[in-house]
């Protein structure tokens, strides 16, 4: 990037600041204080990470993890934009360049990394060579490009599970079926979120469709509800239901989301992790069954990157054996939504 990344950073500081907004998001036991001058950013931002509370409505004492963004997009050096992060938990402080560098291997993640000037790291959309973001310690630089709003809410959300150091996140819907934690693991498309979403919409607790977490010193499923991601085709009537309250059909408008809280009623608290569920392809008839756990299960586990940033991978890898030891790991082949909603809670809700 022209001129000197660190000539930038320093315009920035130097710059009058513009009227800005706060918000406040609470996620997997995370307080996110997200200072902007850009209220578009936290329109983006609430679509990412949920509805924002109001400063009156954070929760009585001092939340469990704490992590505060300055976001300022206006009156600075013309296309770059400037995010700064901060924690009062100097374990959890930066490298910024961390909460990205951890993902770059994942086939999902919308970033590559391309040549940066050091101790900056630099980061493209995929297919593209012009920067997105530079990175140094707890300094962003972002560029004023389209879709730069999305970029930064994502890096943000990638910045919010690494603060839980003591946490594994994952790639999988999580549920609380009767009291009980329940994962669901499977590839793009496996419909996970689909599932999620069936259980929830019959009574049981929806901890989150798409990302899970999980912390094994308690060996407990920790809610992380964003907004659920609904495609079009198949879902549970119960889920149909309950969009059609709310006058949404992805059917007739596309891929969409909604906010958890207009989905299902109640909210559902951390619960010990009883059963994880493997989607293993779609057939006619759901099939349910139980197995040992091994190699193809654990290899099947789907840890976001940045989970393993703050400790060494084998430490990472004996909890997520551990983790499979200490529950009941079942094989699941979907089919009718409502009928496999229906044979997951026979199986899995207390008796």
């Known amino acids: 990037m022209v001129p000197s990344l660190d000539r930038v950073v320093l315009e920035w500081e130097e710059a009058p600041p513009a009227p800005h907004l706060r918000a406040f998001f609470e996620l997997a036991e995370v307080s996110l204080d997200v200072d902007a001058d850009e209220p578009a950013l936290l329109e983006e931002l609430a679509a990412v990470l949920g509805r924002p509370r109001r400063e009156t409505e954070k ?29 009062a938990d100097p374990q959890a402080r930066g490298p910024a360049e961390l ?81 009980r934690g329940v994962l669901i693991v499977g590839p793009k498309g496996a419909g996970k979120s689909t599932l999620a979403l069936a259980l929830a919409t019959r009574g049981h ?66 619960v010990p992790l009883h059963a994880v569920v493997f989607l293993r392809g779609f057939a006619e008839e759901p099939r349910l069954s139980r197995v040992e756990p091994g190699r193809e299960e654990l290899a099947a586990l789907q840890p976001v990157g940045s989970s393993f940033a703050n400790a060494a991978s084998t430490e990472r890898v004996f909890q997520l054996v551990r983790l499979l030891s200490r529950a009941e790991v079942w094989d699941l082949r979907p089919g009718q939504p409502d009928d496999t909603a229906a044979l997951v809670e026979s199986a899995l809700a207390p008796q």
Do not use: I, N
């Open 59 to 87: 929760k009585a004492g001092p939340a469990r993890h704490q992590l505060a963004a300055r976001v300022r997009a206006r009156g600075g050096p013309g296309g770059f934009g400037h995010l700064r992060l901060s924690t």
């Open 99 to 179: 909460d990205f560098l951890m993902s770059l291997d994942s086939e999902d993640f919308p970033f590559h990394r391309v040549e940066a000037a050091p101790p900056w790291t630099s980061l493209a959309f995929r297919g593209q060579a012009e920067p997105m973001f530079a990175l140094r310690d707890d300094d962003c630089l972002f560029a004023l490009v389209p879709g730069w709003r999305k970029a930064v809410s994502l890096l943000l959300l990638q910045r919010v599970m690494r603060v839980r150091r003591d946490a594994v996140f994952f790639h999988a819907g999580s549920v609380a079926v009767g009291g």
């Open 205 to 270: 607790g929806l901890l989150g469709d798409e990302h899970a977490c999980y912390v094994p010193a308690r060996h407990e499923l920790v809610p992380f509800r964003r907004p659920v991601g609904v495609k079009p085709g198949p879902r549970a009537r119960t889920s149909s239901a309950a969009l059609a309250r709310l006058g949404r059909d992805p059917d007739r408008d596309g891929m969409m989301r909604v906010p958890a809280e207009d989905l299902v009623s109640g909210t559902a608290g951390p």
